[in-house]
């Protein structure tokens, strides 16, 4: 089999919630201060706006990846980490959404230690470039939103392990990726 590249997904869920909201912020407290001829008035909630989205920047761009499948392994590329899953070692593979991926890790670390928990957090999305709302900055009401947004319902590709592990993956064609994998397993399954 030919190495497939697959390109990740590249989502802007936080970005395109805080924008509206801060611009909203940052007209009504503008006209405010221009009412009262206070520049500063206005300066402060500006600073706070373009604080807030750095942080939703970041947190939508946090991971840059790439995966590659030969038929043998499936490589998994960051610019700080790198696996190589021979498939051997690959238990099935699936589309999953971002909310179900979610609920997924959380219910698989319910039961952990704080540490433990927030490490398997980490492993589990390290390789994933779409942002499943594991942490919130808003007691959970941009998560809310987010999930209920039509581009974040497309499909993630979970990948269990033999070795009880997990990986989320968000490549762009999603069904080739599982189509590809699921293909091979098939075939060694049978055989």
């Known amino acids: 089999m030919r190495e497939k590249r ?3 997904r590249k989502e802007w869920h936080n970005v395109k919630l805080y924008l509206p909201f801060a611009a ?5 407290l503008g006209m405010l201060a221009l009412d009262r001829d206070q520049p500063l008035l206005f300066a402060v909630p500006l600073a706070i706006a373009l604080s807030g989205l750095v942080v939703a920047w970041r947190r939508d761009r946090s991971v840059d990846a790439v995966y590659m499948f030969d038929g043998k392994a499936l490589a998994l590329r960051t610019a700080r980490d790198g696996d190589n899953l021979d498939i051997a070692s690959i238990a099935d593979v ?3 959404d971002r909310s179900a991926a979610r609920d997924y890790v959380l219910q698989r670390t ?9 490490q398997v957090r980490r492993d589990f999305v390290r390789y994933c470039t779409v942002d499943i709302g594991l942490t919130s ?8 939103m987010i999930d209920g947004m039509q581009d974040a319902k497309r499909d993630l590709v979970l990948v269990r392990l033999r070795d009880g592990g997990a990986l989320l993956l968000s490549p762009q064609y999603n069904h080739d990726l599982v189509d590809s994998v699921g293909r091979v397993l098939h075939i060694r399954n049978a055989g």
């Open 110 to 118: 319910r039961d952990m230690e704080p540490i433990q928990s927030k």
């Open 24 to 28: 909203v912020v940052v007209f009504i």
């Open 94 to 96: 699936s589309l999953i």
């Open 6 to 8: 697959f390109r990740t």
């Open 137 to 144: 900055y808003s007691f959970g009401f941009g998560r809310r």
